[in-house]
């Protein structure tokens, strides 16, 4: 019964050793960054440096605030004029759609037109004869 519980105070610690490597980076990086090298080597208490940072940024908060209250009519207006393009750009989607619709159609029947010689054939007063010879006005009888 005892092997169980030797296992699993050896996870346990494996797992406490990782958080603390992990730890450490966090340390190593926070005291390569030139803002806390500064403080640390002017001999700033870190502690009434993080309330001074604390105090900066909750301040930078409270005017971000400000300053989208001011702003929030021009953020509706904004808004309002986004959607109205995109409501705009939509009609045109479905006009350019119905286009693109129209003109497909009318290629095909062009198409249908130029394979069909029969046309010409079977109305001859629709589609006159060309004359071989310059000069000559086809008549239609």
Known sequence: MEAPLEAELEAE???EG????EVDVHIQENLEDALVQEALQTGVDLRQYSRQVELELQEVE?????????ESENIAELHNQ????????ERMEQMLGSFQSSLSSLSWEIRALKKSPKNHQKNPKKFPKIPK????IPKNS
Do not use: F, H, M
Not at 18 to 21: D, F, I, T
Not at 62 to 70: F, L, M, P
Not at 82 to 89: E, G, P, Q, T, Y
Not at 133 to 136: A, E, S
């Open 133 to 136: 010879k310059p000069g000559k």
């Open 82 to 89: 986004i959607s109205a393009c995109d409501a705009i750009l």
């Open 13 to 15: 610690l494996d797992l």
């Open 18 to 21: 990782a958080e603390l490597e």
């Open 62 to 70: 409270r005017a971000s605030i400000q300053d989208y209250i001011r």
